[in-house]
């Protein structure tokens, strides 16, 4: 039994619109390669397109301070049908680090993997981690035994007792906690384990779901890379509150800090789950008197957090899992868990294919087009050739010799061009060695390692704050730098693309021309973040000690691999750059080759020049039907997508 029908329907119904996109895109390719327009640049993003589809996943990601009930949330929706609380969510026994379920397909295998917490002491990020299966503990999983994935899953839970300097060390002390009265204890209890993964054979993960749980405020705090980079890249976040306490402020400072920003750039939808409401049902009162109770909450909520009442969700997560578990559907409803189940169907599905739209529709439509102006200009030239022979047909035959003349002059003028083209792509080559100088990791490297100096020296706020500052000077006119080069090149290709048009008539439709506007937003956001970190944010909860190791785990980390995109998309462009114009060229010397033999045996007969022309004509009727196969799929793409 799938208890998560509405949740199930949703991946569902999305996996059968990728699907629907890898048709078209199937059939593209064929039709390409029977009709000889599958140039270098087709297949490029052809499996460009295929291989973002592939690794696509959707990720929902709840978040909120200890005690919410979030994981109990978790085994509701997802993992009901085991007949079990399969994470542990007992008052004090809940997971202590941040976890990601999903599954893995490349090893096809159930298991828990765990990060140690000594791992906060290496100089490395949890995306390095990531690539160091020595550093884990990895615990089997046997998904048929649900006693065992249970008692396995119980891991997530534990915890070390360390001394306070020990947990200082980690990062993990918070003074102002520790010391309410003077008084230290002897020892403190931390997370046995940084960060773990789980991979389980769930029918939603197999189809590319992964779910992320956060523990609380104080590991969203003191890791940042859960902070800035994998709660903004979920498709849905789900912040849960308790109806038994309210919004209260440590509530708020996650709500502000990690969540509400990152809503204005789509990647994140938000959704407020008010969760424990069966706090408020009392045998003492009427049914309305609790709704009532209920809607008070939900609009001290609305008004606190700021978001409209659509955006939250009254329910009880541990009634939602008892009544999935027993089948009791009248505790079902009432638990409030249906509501949620559509709306993160309709949040996550949507969300997901807004960001194919960015990613694929664009490369999409750009290479249709191309192929449509290719196919427009081999109209135009037929058109042009037919008009010709069909006026000489009743003409001399000094006249036919008079045009064939007239083509082989336009064959050698071309192959002169032709054959320049070597030089300009040596021209593009040298305005992209210039770039890749620009963009020298020595010099990245140089601003990462002057700033690292500049914040381990500098023990203040304000010594902190200048330091970044510095950093952030100089990255941006690192960006500068590389923009300039970036002009230069798009002129370069621009240039050459107008004079093959000029002389030939060739009108090719350019590359999409290399822009750094999106990247130049990234930066200003990276920036931004390391504004705030600079200002104290989560300071208190990481130590001054820490501060340092943290910016170059999160902000440097994230920088490096900026301009590291950077690089790869700006090589990418360079090497493509002159394909389209190549591909042209190469089928308009064929088509000025054909026009030469054509005229020369026309030149023998009347009956082979009404041959020609009729070839000729039928090639047009060819050309035009590509043209309105070519509309066609580009309105199937846009309407598809």
């Not at 003077?182 to 939603?204: E, F, M, N, V």
């Not at 923009?483 to 090149?489: A, D, L, Y």
């Not at 998309?569 to 493509?576: K, Q, R, T």
Request: charged letters at 25%; hydrophobic letters at 35%.
């Amino acid at each position: 039994m799938l208890a998560n029908k509405k949740l199930s329907d949703g991946v569902n119904q999305y996996e059968a619109w990728k699907n629907h996109i890898y048709a078209i895109i199937e059939n593209l390719e064929g039709w390409l390669e029977q009709h000889e327009l599958f140039s270098e640049e087709a297949w490029n993003t052809l499996a460009r397109c295929f291989n973002k589809l592939e690794r696509d996943r959707i990720t929902v990601a709840f978040v909120g301070e200890f005690s919410r009930g979030k994981t109990e949330l978790i085994n509701a929706l997802f993992f009901s049908d085991t007949g079990r609380r399969l994470l542990p969510s007992d008052a004090g026994r809940t997971t202590m680090c941040p976890t990601e379920i999903l599954y893995d397909e490349d090893r096809a295998e159930a298991y828990i993997r765990l990060l140690p917490i000594e791992t906060r002491l290496k100089e490395y990020t949890l995306t390095e981690l990531l690539k160091m299966p020595d550093e884990w503990h990895e615990i089997p999983l046997d998904p048929n035994d649900s006693a065992s994935l249970e008692n396995n899953f119980r891991e997530l839970a534990n915890t070390l007792q360390v001394k306070p300097d020990e947990a200082r060390r980690y990062g993990l002390l918070n003074e102002d906690v520790l010391h309410p009265e003077g008084r230290q204890p002897k020892t403190i209890d931390i997370p046995k384990w940084r960060h773990a993964i789980i991979s389980y054979p769930h029918s939603l993960l197999k189809h590319g779901l992964t779910i992320l749980d956060t523990p609380g405020l104080n590991a969203i705090g003191t890791e940042p890379e859960l902070t800035l980079t994998m709660l903004p890249s979920a498709q849905a976040a789900i912040f849960v509150l308790g109806a038994d306490t309210g919004v209260s402020q440590t509530d708020l400072d996650i709500w502000h800090h990690n969540l509400n920003g990152h809503e204005k750039s789509r990647r994140s939808r938000l959704t407020v789950v008010l969760n424990k409401v069966d706090t408020l049902w009392d045998d003492l009162r009427s049914p309305r008197e609790i709704e009532d109770s209920i809607k008070s909450q939900i609009l001290f909520t609305a008004r606190t957090l700021g978001v409209s009442l659509s955006k939250i969700f009254p329910l009880s997560a541990q009634k939602s899992l008892i009544g999935l578990v027993r089948g009791d559907q009248q505790l079902i409803k009432r638990s409030g868990i249906i509501e949620l189940e559509n709306h993160i169907n309709h949040e996550v599905s949507q969300s997901k294919q807004e960001i194919i739209i960015q990613d694929i529709n664009a490369e999409l439509v750009n290479l249709l087009e191309k192929t449509r102006s290719l196919v427009h200009n081999r109209l135009a030239q037929e058109q042009s050739q037919q008009h010709e022979m069909t006026d000489i047909h009743q003409q001399s035959d000094t006249a036919i010799s008079h045009l064939l003349e007239q083509t082989q002059q336009e064959q050698d003028k071309f192959r002169l061009n032709s054959n320049a083209l070597k030089e300009f792509e040596h021209a593009v080559d040298q305005k992209a060695r210039e770039l890749q100088e620009v963009l020298d990791q020595k010099a990245f490297e140089q601003i990462i390692n002057q700033a690292k100096n500049n914040m381990q020296q500098s023990w203040t706020s304000k010594g902190i704050q200048q330091a970044i500052a510095i950093f952030s000077d100089q990255l941006k006119q690192y960006m500068d730098a590389i923009e300039r080069k970036v002009t230069e090149n798009r002129q370069l290709i621009k240039n050459i693309y107008q004079r093959f048009e000029k002389d030939h008539g060739i009108g090719v439709i350019q590359p999409k021309a290399f822009s750094l506007q999106q990247h130049q937003k990234q930066l200003e956001t990276i920036l931004d973040e390391a504004k705030a970190f600079g200002k104290g944010y989560r300071i208190s909860l990481t130590g001054q000690s820490q501060l340092a190791r943290n910016f170059f785990a999160t902000i440097g980390q994230k920088t490096k691999e900026l301009f590291a995109d950077i690089q790869h998309e700006m090589n990418h462009w360079v090497n493509s750059s002159l394909q389209p114009l190549a591909f042209q060229i190469e089928d308009h010397r064929d088509m000025l080759n054909r026009q030469v033999q054509d005229l020369k045996m026309a030149t023998q007969s009347r009956e082979v020049l009404q041959q020609k022309i009729n070839e000729t004509s039928d090639r047009i009727d060819q050309n035009k039907h590509q043209l309105v196969y070519i509309d066609d799929v580009i309105n199937q793409v846009r309407s598809s997508i």
